[in-house]
């Protein structure tokens, strides 16, 4: 049972995310002619000019792209997941036409636009969180943050602009506009969805006092600090470099306790997603 349960959670993961996505859809962007990129915003096209059901339109388009999930994105598990989301998201779009209206909740194309990009980028991220794709354009964008690095906000709108220009012709391009709005916020959103909340900071401190330096942000900050020789290339002389992770609201403080301790240091702040271990949130294989 232990072993299913990371599957099974995964496979609820991907049906509550797909159905979130497609209330999305169907509430905001549908009603306001917001395409949305990807296959889904090919159907949505194709359902304007045909009246075709849109669910049925994205279920035939991300059969061939399953082909590319197979080749990069982890073989016959991935296809697995991958179809458990797109058949769910599929079925949903076109069964909630039933219980939504219609018109959606709302003409106002600005909030369509951003609650869609919002309710729609937390589904996403949530069928990433249970390993999966929706298809369509998830695919190439995992590709192409996988084999480049290049952030999954970005691939989306590498990707999808193709749609947003046709939607400009056959939707108008105030709504393709407000569409391009869309894709971005949902992307941001998707990556927050999949990175947690858990935004740190990562310190590294090059300082000749680091006794004091280390000392001053373990009694007032309660944090670990790990002690790495450096050596100046152009001085050649001796250094020590501290390394630390805070969170957010102890930036500013670990500033003060740097620049009291030794004010000739020098310090470099950087970000990272998230911080797994001591002090911070419980590192579990299975997350």
């Known amino acids: 049972m232990k072993k299913l349960y990371p599957s099974l959670r995964d496979y609820l993961l991907i049906v509550i995310g797909a159905l979130i996505q497609a209330i999305g859809l169907r509430l905001f962007l549908i009603p306001a002619n917001l395409a949305s990129g990807g ?42 997941r991958t179809a458990v989301a797109v058949a769910t998201f599929s079925f949903f779009i076109d069964a909630l036409i039933y219980f939504l209206p219609s018109e959606g909740i709302t003409d106002d194309i600005l909030l369509n636009s ?26 190439l964008a995992r590709i192409l943050n996988r084999w480049r690095g290049i952030p999954i906000s970005q691939s989306y709108l590498m990707v999808d602009s193709a749609v947003i220009l046709a939607a400009g012709f ?91 301790a030794d004010p000739h240091a020098f310090m470099v702040v950087g970000q990272a997603h998230e911080a797994l271990g001591e002090g911070f949130h419980p590192l579990r294989e299975s997350e």
């Not at 589904?123 to 695919?139: A, E």
């Not at 959103?189 to 942000?217: D, F, K, M, N, Y």
């Open 39 to 80: 296959v889904s915003g090919v159907a949505q096209l194709i359902n304007h000019i045909t009246n075709w059901p849109i669910g049925l339109m994205v279920l035939i388009g991300n059969i061939p792209l399953f082909v590319l999930g197979w080749r990069f994105l982890g073989g016959q598990k991935f296809v697995f």
């Open 114 to 139: 951003l609650y869609g990009a919002v309710i729609s980028g937390i589904g996403f991220g949530i069928v990433y969180r249970g390993q999966g794709t929706s298809g369509g354009s998830d695919i």
């Open 170 to 260: 056959i939707f108008g391009w105030k709504e393709a506009l407000y569409a391009l709005i869309t894709l971005y916020v949902s992307g941001v959103v998707t990556e927050t969805t999949v990175e947690g909340r858990g935004l740190v900071r990562t310190v590294l401190i090059i300082t000749s006092e680091p006794e004091a330096v280390s000392g001053q942000i373990m009694n007032i900050l309660d944090r670990g600090v790990t002690l790495l020789p450096a050596k100046g290339a152009y001085t050649g002389e001796e250094r020590t470099m501290l390394y630390c992770v805070v969170n957010r609201a102890e930036t500013i403080r670990i500033k003060h306790i740097v620049s009291e």
